[in-house]
């Protein structure tokens, strides 16, 4: 298996309110969807992009943001698959967030709001993740408990 690391920053406003459960372990984990537009004046649309956030940064999800929200949220990309109960393959593609900040939607800027980083220095590879981020808790290990 080849070795890498996807990293990847996408700025957007909450499609709906964030989602939260806590997992068999305790750890909390939260689930919300950011829309972005995407192209060129009238070739644009908006694309969905749902992120996952676990430990520090799903507290402050789940205690500031809500629909209509603008925030940029830097984490890892994933591509899981899990059966639906028809039995059919199904593929969903996550942001594991690693940051959230709150965007100023008016000037472009970054407000004051923002989640501490799952770790202070370079980013967390699965080896090195700080303590409850996915690779320690893995909400997708039993297919038949989804998280959302």
């Known amino acids: 298996m ?8 996408v700025e957007g406003g909450l499609a709906r309110d964030v989602e939260s459960k806590a997992l068999p372990s305790g750890a909390k984990v939260v689930n919300f969807s950011l829309g972005y537009e995407r192209g ?7 694309c969905w992009m749902n992120v996952v956030a676990f430990g520090t940064q799903a507290e402050f ?7 209509g929200k603008s925030v940029r949220v ?6 899981r698959s899990y059966e639906d109960k028809q039995g059919q393959k199904k593929y969903i593609t996550e942001l594991i967030a690693d940051k ?4 100023d939607s008016g000037s472009g800027g970054t407000k004051s709001g923002t989640a ?14 700080a303590p409850q ?10 297919p038949e408990e989804e998280p959302f």
């Open 74 to 79: 830097y984490g890892e990309i994933d591509v």
């Open 61 to 67: 999800a789940e205690k500031y943001l809500s629909k």
């Open 133 to 142: 981020t996915r690779a320690e808790v893995d909400p997708f290990a039993d």
């Open 116 to 129: 501490p980083a799952r770790q202070a220095s370079a980013p967390p590879t699965r080896q090195q993740a």
């Open 100 to 103: 959230i900040q709150f965007v």
């Open 40 to 46: 060129f004046k009238d070739k644009s649309h908006t």
């Open 2 to 9: 080849a070795k890498g690391y996807s990293f990847a920053i």
